[in-house]
């Protein structure tokens, strides 16, 4: 069954500081992984996602990810952080289940930027 | 834009009451899910579906049931709510061809 595991619950950093938030996934067929970001008392926003090709990807907001196969990761990184970038973040990746595709989700990162 | 609409932000309801969640998508999307939200742990997908009239259940159905008469609606269904359902709740709506799920801004209930 493929899982994704967020290996930090929190993360503070203080603002303009370079951040990383870890996500390993474990999956035996085709890979397609996500980064969704979300906003005190918003719903979930898609920031990056990874389907084939570079295993650099950009996303909005300044955000990147890479993808590594041999290390089974999906780290998300960002060079220099915002009070703004203040949110939770979930790693994420898609499940064949009886046919069909479905998201699933890791536990989550809260990011705390400090002024 | 797509829009992922859920019928209300807070809701608070007693033990035992038939709670009823609304979630409309504007976008013709095939493909719709209701996940819950608790703390430490992530989203849990509870029920999706396909199309019309189809369901599938997901990681944590039980105490709860679906509805999906029309394309753009899918209702989620607590028979009998009870405390430990006391949570956030999202819907999503992706497109048959394409990966990317679409939430709306979630239903925060409370259970009493």
């Known amino acids: 069954a493929q899982s994704v595991t967020q290996l930090d619950s929190q993360v503070p950093v203080f603002e303009e500081a370079p951040v990383e938030l870890r996500c390993n996934y474990s999956s035996s067929v085709s890979v397609y992984l996500f980064w969704y970001v979300q906003y005190p008392n918003q719903g979930l926003q898609l920031l990056l996602k990874?389907?084939?090709?570079?295993?650099l990807v950009k996303g909005i907001n300044g955000f990147e990810a890479e993808f590594n196969k041999s290390q089974t990761s999906f780290h998300l990184r960002k060079p220099s952080v915002h009070i703004s970038d203040t949110a939770e973040y979930f790693c994420a990746v898609i499940a064949a289940s009886g046919g069909y595709n479905k998201l699933i989700f890791g536990a989550g990162t809260r990011l705390a930027v400090h002024p | 834009d797509v829009k992922v609409t859920q019928s209300s932000r807070y809701l608070v309801k007693r033990t035992g009451e038939k709670v009823f969640l609304e979630c409309v998508q504007d976008?013709?999307?095939?493909?719709m899910f209701w996940y819950r939200q608790d703390p430490g742990l992530g989203l849990r997908l509870i029920y999706f579906?396909?199309?019309?009239?189809?369901?599938e259940k997901g990681d944590i159905p039980e105490g709860y049931s679906v509805s999906r008469e029309k394309k753009e609606r899918f209702s989620l269904i607590l028979e009998s709510a009870s405390t430990n359902q006391t949570s956030m709740y999202l819907c999503a709506s992706s497109s048959a061809s394409d990966t990317e799920a679409f939430f709306g801004q979630g239903t925060r209930l409370t259970v009493v």
């Open positions: 976008m013709d999307h095939e493909n």
């Open positions: 990874y389907l084939s090709g570079s295993t």
């Open positions: 579906s396909y199309d019309v009239k189809m369901k």
